[in-house]
């Protein structure tokens, strides 16, 4: 199930972008992280690509839970932008939000970026058994964050799953 270093990780991956929605521009964040998921030993069980739009995000959200995945990650629309909604749906559709991944990312960044650092709305939250993330979507972001979250998600899921 995803929650010990011996079995893969399912991710559903789905990149936020109205402007790669609309023209088909190729998602090269998405690319990025469906390679390092798969280098990492993990697996990419779904894929998509949707607009900024709330009903669209948190539509997909549950869709790609359809799927059964351990992990939704969701790519792009964290900024401080009016049509950047991811994180807020993260919030919304999360019975608890583990404050510090956002944290974490942020720092790890702030060496990348600088301040800018700090408009990064990097979020993890938990579902049920599942876990939801929303990193930004430049290429290092997703490197960043996926460096971070790949190396905790086996224990946070073993935790909420209480297999431990």
Same mark, same amino acid.
Do not use: Q, W
């Given at each position: 199930?995803?929650?010990?270093?011996?079995?893969?990780?399912?991710f559903?991956?789905?990149?936020?972008s109205t402007s790669?929605?609309?023209?088909k521009?190729p998602?090269e964040?998405?690319?990025?992280?469906s390679?390092?998921?798969?280098?990492?030993?993990?697996?990419?069980?779904s894929r998509?690509? $949707?607009? *900024?739009?709330?009903?669209?995000?948190? @539509? &997909?959200? +549950? =869709?790609? /839970?359809?799927?059964?995945p351990?992990?939704?990650?969701?790519?792009?629309g964290t900024?401080?932008?009016?049509?950047d909604?991811?994180?807020?749906c993260?919030k919304? $559709?999360? *019975?608890?939000?583990?404050?510090?991944f @956002? &944290?974490r +990312? =942020?720092? /790890?960044?702030?060496g990348?970026v600088?301040?800018?650092?700090?408009?990064?709305?990097?979020?993890?939250?938990?579902l049920?058994e599942?876990?939801?993330?929303?990193?930004?979507?430049?290429p290092?972001?997703?490197?960043t964050?996926?460096?971070?979250?790949?190396?905790?998600?086996?224990h946070?899921?073993?935790?909420?799953?209480?297999?431990?």
């Amino acid at each position: 199930m995803g929650t010990n270093s011996k079995t893969p990780i399912k991710f559903a991956l789905i990149t936020v972008s109205t402007s790669r929605y609309n023209k088909k521009i190729p998602d090269e964040s998405g690319n990025i992280a469906s390679e390092i998921i798969r280098l990492s030993g993990n697996r990419i069980i779904s894929r998509c690509l $949707v607009p *900024d739009s709330t009903t669209k995000i948190c @539509g &997909e959200i +549950f =869709r790609a /839970l359809y799927f059964s995945p351990d992990v939704v990650l969701l790519i792009g629309g964290t900024g401080p932008t009016k049509d950047d909604l991811t994180d807020l749906c993260v919030k919304s $559709v999360s *019975d608890k939000i583990i404050e510090g991944f @956002g &944290e974490r +990312f =942020r720092e /790890l960044s702030y060496g990348e970026v600088g301040e800018n650092a700090m408009i990064g709305n990097a979020i993890m939250g938990l579902l049920n058994e599942n876990v939801i993330i929303a990193v930004p979507g430049s290429p290092s972001a997703v490197r960043t964050s996926l460096k971070l979250a790949i190396n905790i998600l086996p224990h946070i899921l073993s935790l909420r799953r209480r297999e431990l």
